[in-house]
């Protein structure tokens, strides 16, 4: 009993030693191949503890962060005891070889301090897609260094072995690009190559400032087939999640070399469907832009004319990669109402190109756009027709009084007569109601569009309508402060919607 008791005392004390408040420092790989990323891990054992700020490691950024925490229970003394653990992990993306320092833990008031731990670059004479692993994780420019307002393509590969048994299926959260615009191309690919499924996404990037930007990289977690565990019948089951995490990519982003509206080579078409119209009839002016490089945050200027309502639609910018270049394409159009005729005025736009070192200007060209059959105001046609003398004092006829004699004369009426007439008046009501049932209805409420469909071949009919068409055409491009009185609108659209 006595060797007994001794036993439990040194197991206890084993258990206090191993539960100690304490923190230890860990790494996922002491050797790395430059553009891989490390993880370091501080583990402490305590209650609340008290992490560093680390920003970065030897210079290098910290790329992500994050934290976990887990419990044990232990029965010692009579009691039950529990223990805390924190993991703090962080990830960088090392350049050359460096020692990570000691870092300070503060834990109930006690401090702690890590072991260094050296790291080391090597050369990596592996694949793009490595035999053996059951899946990789890439990402890659088409250009490290671009201007700023030029674009460039990011490709992230997801690379997993055709044998591998996916049971949970795959989580995946992208990389992010400080310092530029992403737009997520939505063209995903895939395909094999060797023993491999390959996917891909591509990233358009568009340059805002200058400097030296690092993309944080993209992680996925893989829920493999379990094939320790069987069930009853001998058939694989539960989960394996593996972890991946992509490279890291530095970008550097210069100064235009001459100022411009756009980068990249474009060309311009602009088209005007009328140079002569009615009084109050659109023309409209459609532009198109399109090329090699990014037309994302590209906005054409909106036109301001006297005397003239000009209307215009949400731009719509498309791009795909094609040949292994950006290709977008920017169209908008305009529509342009008046009484009196006008001119659109020519616009001009500088592109520079960085692969010929050459400006170039798109022009839209200007347009005089004539007016015929001018409105004419109901005060201005008073002339008299010709012929016809207008006279300052009109010349009064008296009419000739006529004096008609109302003769009576009296017969008597059969008594089939008025059967005939009562049975007439009775299918006549009928007939009537009948014919109400077949009369075409009007629509009880008009939405703004099928209203202003109904409207709009009617402006030059009257000012009201004009006007209503153009509050219309305001609300339908997005003034939300302009009010439409759906009485008077449903008024109006009545009249020339059953024409």
Do not use: C
């Amino acid at each position: 009993m006595l060797n007994l008791g001794k036993f439990l005392g040194m197991i206890v004390l084993i258990f206090q030693v191993i539960w100690a408040d304490g923190v230890k420092a860990t790494v996922s790989n002491s050797e790395v191949v430059k553009g891989n990323p490390v993880q370091f891990q501080i583990e402490a054992t305590g209650d609340d503890p008290k992490f560093p700020n680390i920003q970065n490691i030897d210079g290098n950024p910290i790329a992500g962060s994050q934290t976990g925490t887990s419990s044990s229970y232990i029965y010692a003394n009579s009691r039950l005891e529990s223990r805390h653990t924190t993991m703090l992990t962080l990830t960088f993306f090392p350049q050359k070889d460096l020692t990570i320092p000691s870092y300070e833990v503060e834990i109930g008031g006690q401090k702690y301090q890590t072991d260094p731990i050296e790291i080391k670059l090597v050369t990596s004479n592996a694949s793009v897609v490595p035999n053996g692993e059951l899946f990789t994780l890439e990402i890659k420019a088409d250009k490290p260094k671009v201007m700023v307002g030029e674009s460039l393509i990011v490709t992230l590969s997801f690379a997993l072995r055709s044998d591998a048994k996916i049971s949970q299926g795959v989580e995946f959260r992208p990389p992010t690009f400080p310092g530029f615009m992403v737009t997520d191309m939505q063209d995903k690919r895939s395909y094999r190559k060797g023993n491999y499924q390959i996917e891909e996404l591509h990233y358009m990037l568009s340059a805002q400032s200058e400097g030296n930007f690092t993309a944080n990289p993209a992680y996925v977690k893989v829920g493999l087939l379990d094939r320790s565990r069987r069930d009853v019948f001998g058939m694989f089951f539960g989960t394996v999640w593996k972890e991946g995490v992509s490279n890291a990519l530095n970008f550097e982003v210069v100064s235009q070399e001459k100022k411009s509206d756009l980068v990249g080579d474009f060309k311009l078409d602009a088209m005007l469907d009328s140079k002569e119209v009615k009084a109050n009839q659109p023309v409209n002016l459609t532009i198109k832009i399109e090329g090699d490089g990014n037309l994302q945050g590209f906005e054409f200027p909106q036109y301001e004319i006297d005397g003239v309502t000009v209307y215009s639609d949400e731009a719509k910018i498309e791009s795909k990669v094609i040949d292994g270049k950006l290709h977008s394409t920017y169209s908008k159009s305009f529509a342009f109402i008046a009484e009196e005729e006008f001119t659109i005025p020519e616009r001009y736009f500088s592109v520079w190109n960085p692969e010929n070192k050459t400006m170039q200007t798109l022009e839209v060209p200007e347009y005089h756009v004539k007016i015929t059959n001018k409105s004419l105001s109901p005060a201005a046609n008073t002339e008299a027709p010709k012929g016809i003398v207008q006279t300052e004092t009109a010349l009064s006829i008296a009419p000739k009084e006529t004096i008609v004699e109302n003769k009576v004369e009296e017969r008597s009426v059969a008594w089939w007569m008025l059967a005939v007439s009562f049975v007439l008046g009775v299918v006549s009501v009928f007939v009537l109601k009948w014919l109400w049932h077949l009369k075409p209805t009007r629509k009880s409420f008009y939405s703004e569009a099928e209203a202003l469909k109904i409207l709009y071949p009617h402006i030059s009919e009257s000012s009201e309508v004009d006007e209503m068409v153009r509050q219309l055409y305001a609300r339908k491009n997005g003034d939300t402060s302009i009010k439409i009185d759906k009485k008077v609108l449903k008024e109006m659209v009545d009249r020339f919607s059953l024409r």
